[in-house]
T-cell receptor
Framework: DGGITQSPKYLFRKEGQNVTLSCEQN?????MYWYRQDPGQGLRLIYY???????QKGDIAEGYSVSREKKESFPLTVTSAQKNPTAFYLC?????????????????FGPGTRLTVL | RKEVEQDPGPFNVPEGATVAFNCTYS??????FFWYRQDCRKEPKLLMS???SGNEDGRFTAQLNRASQYISLLIRDSKLSDSATYLC????????????FGTGTRLLVSP
């Protein structure tokens, strides 16, 4: 079955530690995204990548880093510089948006990783 | 002002009821519009894209009013399984999908 996988489902981290969240997709999508969701807030974009070996900062990139060495994989590292890392992290992917044409393109989400900093 | 605003609810309705959610967006250049559904502690899933002329999918109807910058979702004949949080989502860029999510409206359908 095609889809997006994220691991682990739950992650506990001590303050001051870096941690890497995995995101893999077999949908052959070019674009991938990382969001975080906090209670009472909408999803916020951390980083996105439209193509392999390229990625851009989203709205709340401080304290995070990513890589996109393979089309299928877009891991997110939460560094010790992130002040409030406890959140629900969601990875998504989509086909690339054509410059001309519809932008009504679905983003497919992985099941998420719940990160708790102790 | 938030880019996408929704009433958080919860909306408590009995089975079989009709319920409507509204959502307003602030960026008049917004390109496309969606409703996503999110179950408790799960990932969001696309419910419907919203077309300019409005569109219907079974019991669900979505409308877009660009002049007033709001989007609506109507659910008819509510089922218990419709209980979830409904996220209003707006794409604000052309040529790239930069989605802005509302905080969601929670719906609880009771027997």
């Amino acid at each position: 079955d095609g889809g997006i996988t994220q691991s682990p489902k739950y992650l506990f981290r001590k303050e001051g530690q870096n941690v890497t969240l995995s995101c893999e997709q077999n949908l052959n999508h070019d674009a991938m995204y990382w969001y975080r969701q906090d209670p009472g807030q909408g999803l916020r974009l951390i980083y996105y990548s439209q193509i392999v070996n390229d990625f851009q900062k989203g709205d709340i990139a401080e304290g995070y880093s990513v890589s996109r060495e393979k089309k299928e994989s877009f891991p997110l590292t939460v560094t010790s510089a992130q002040k409030n890392p406890t959140a629900f992290y969601l990875c998504a992917s989509s086909i690339a948006v054509p410059l001309l044409g519809t932008s009504l393109i679905e983003q497919f989400f992985g099941p998420g990783t719940r990160l708790t900093v102790l | 002002r938030k880019e996408v605003e929704q009433d958080p609810g919860p909306f408590n309705v009995p089975e079989g009821a009709t319920v409507a959610f509204n959502c307003t967006y602030s960026n008049s250049a917004s390109q496309s519009f969606f409703w996503y559904r999110q179950d408790c502690r799960k990932e969001p899933k696309l419910l419907m894209s919203v077309y300019s002329s409005g569109n219907e999918d079974g019991r669900f109807t979505a409308q877009l009013n660009r002049a007033s910058q709001y989007i609506s979702l109507l659910i008819r004949d509510s089922k218990l399984s419709d209980s979830a949080t409904y996220l209003c989502v707006v794409n604000i860029l052309r040529g790239f999908q930069k989605l802005v999510f509302g905080t969601g409206t929670r719906l609880l359908v009771s027997p």
